[in-house]
Nanobody
């Protein structure tokens, strides 16, 4: 059973960089066809896909967030990391890491094969 766990600060100041790490257990992030995503859900809004890193290390980002986003991985620790730069209060959301075995981006969390429990990140001074 693949398990994902998000970790990182719950409070970030405006203009700073939000950094979250997803630790994966029960499966390798390098297994063929794995797509390791970051998604978020702002309060009162729908799910927003941020981007993913593939099993081979390629990255793809949402066009609306691409300029501020980086996703990287540490295969020795079986982790992948989100960095979102220059945050504003509009970046306040529950952030999830998730996995699927194709490049399709689900519209709901239930569309992912595996996902973490989510972590609340608030952007405030």
């Amino acid at each position: 059973q693949v398990q994902l766990q998000e970790s990182g600060p719950g409070l970030v100041k405006p203009s700073q960089t939000l950094s979250l790490t997803c630790t994966v257990s029960g499966g390798s992030i390098t297994v063929h066809n794995g797509h390791w995503s970051w998604v978020r859900q702002p309060p009162g809004k729908g799910l927003e896909w941020i981007g993913y890193i593939t099993y081979s290390g390629l990255t793809y980002y949402s066009p609306s967030l691409k300029r501020r986003t980086s996703i990287s991985r540490d295969t020795s620790k079986n982790q992948f990391t989100l960095q979102l730069r220059s945050v504003t209060p509009e970046d306040t959301a529950v952030y999830y890491c998730a996995n699927s075995n194709n490049d399709h981006v689900p519209v709901n969390l239930s569309g992912y094969d595996y996902r973490g429990q989510g972590t609340q990140v608030t952007v405030s001074s």
